[in-house]
Antibody, heavy 120, light 107 residues
Framework: QVQLKQSGAEVKMPGASVKVSCKVS????????MHWVRQAPGKGLEWMGG????????IYARKFQGRVTMTEDKSTDTAYMELSGLRSEDAAVYYC?????????????WGQGSLVTVSS | DIQLTQSPSSLSASVGDRVSITCRAS??????LNWYQQKPGRAPEALIY???TLQSGVPPRFSGSGSGTAFTLNISSLQPEDFATYYC?????????FGQGTKVEIK
């Protein structure tokens, strides 16, 4: 059974960067295409990007291109999402999500979420 | 990029009601659609993938149908634990957009 454990809440100043981690257990990160989804308070789910097995690379949503970097440390089975140039509208819960790739991907596994607050 | 539009944005229903939620894609996406349920303060959970296949462990009162540009999530007999927000998601890369969500509230 896949489990995803995320890092804790963060408070950041506008303009700063935040790096959220997602530790995988039960499987190795190499077996799972990791994605990141965020949810602003009272709003819907917003896909930020992730590893696309068909493309063979990490794809970022156009909205975040240039500001987001998603990386993986396969030695520790930990995925990271770093968002730079934070603004108030980046305040949200950030989730890592993944599933088993078999030619089709559904996010069957989610982290518990990491709350990012942006405040001066 | 594919845009997904859900309707309605919210609905009120009673326990035992049949509920239908629609997700329309801006262009044909074949069967590449997932449905998720999210309860307040919780991470989303997968309900249905590939348009109509029930995720393991999901009660059979949930069903999905459709292909191309129009998809439907049905709940045959609404239970108290089903009051939540439901999202559709485009399931073929590289841009895996979500619909805006449909909140199912108690009538």
């Amino acid at each position: 059974q896949v489990q995803l454990k995320q890092s804790g809440a963060e408070v950041k100043m506008p303009g700063a960067s935040v790096k959220v981690s997602c530790k995988v257990s039960g499987y190795t990160l190499s077996e799972l295409p990791m994605h990141w989804v965020r949810q602003a308070p009272g709003k819907g789910l917003e896909w930020m990007g992730g590893f696309d097995p068909e493309e063979g690379e990490t794809i970022y949503a156009r909205k975040f291109q240039g500001r987001v970097t998603m990386t993986e440390d396969k030695s520790t089975d930990t995925a990271y999402m770093e968002l730079s140039g934070l603004r108030s509208e980046d305040a949200a819960v950030y989730y890592c999500a993944t599933g088993h790739w078999s030619g089709y991907l559904v996010f069957a596994y989610w982290g518990q979420g990491s709350l990012v607050t942006v405040s001066s | 990029d594919i845009q997904l539009t859900q309707s309605p944005s919210s609905l009120s229903a009673s326990v035992g009601d049949r509920v239908s939620i629609t997700c329309r894609a801006s262009q044909s996406i074949s069967f590449y659609l997932n449905w998720y349920q999210q309860k307040p303060g919780r991470a989303p959970e997968a309900l249905i993938y590939a348009g109509s296949t029930l995720q393991s462990g999901v009660p059979p009162r949930f069903s999905g149908s459709g292909s191309g540009t129009a998809f439907t999530l049905n709940i045959s007999s609404l239970q108290p634990e089903d009051f939540a927000t439901y999202y559709c998601q485009f399931a073929k890369g590289p841009h895996r957009t979500f619909g805006q969500g449909t909140k199912v509230e108690i009538k």
